[in-house]
C-alpha cells in the first residue's frame, strides 16, 4: 500500500491492521470493510469512472505516504529514544 501510495496511485484497501491510520477514506484512498466484495468492486469502480478524482487521491496519497518515509521518520526516532541512549564507551 505504502509503495502505491508513494508511486501517486489511488489505493483501495480493507480497513485492517494500521491501514485506517495511514489512509483517511475519501480523503488520499479508499477503506472498505474486510469481506465485502460489492463495496470493494463498487469503489474501484467509482475510481475507473471519475479519473480526475482518482488524479486527485493518488496526489494526496504520495503526500501522505512521504511523511512515513524513513528519512522522515528516522529522525523523530531517534528524538524518542535519546533519553535511553546509552553512552559510547
Not at 63 to 88: C, D, M, N, Y
Request: aromatic letters at 4%.
Amino acid at each position: 500500500v505504502m509503495e502505491a501510495m508513494s508511486a501517486g496511485l489511488p489505493v483501495v484497501a480493507t480497513e485492517v491492521g494500521g491501514l485506517p491510520q495511514i489512509i483517511e477514506h475519501r480523503r488520499d484512498g479508499l477503506l472498505v470493510r474486510p469481506n465485502d466484495p460489492a463495496v470493494l468492486g463498487e469503489s474501484l469502480r467509482e475510481l475507473m469512472q471519475n479519473p480526475q478524482w482518482a488524479k486527485s487521491l493518488g496526489e494526496k496519497a504520495a503526500r501522505t505516504a512521504a511523511k512515513f518515509h524513513w528519512q522522515a521518520t528516522g529522525p523523530r526516532i531517534l528524538r524518542l529514544l535519546e533519553p535511553w541512549r546509552v553512552p559510547s564507551l
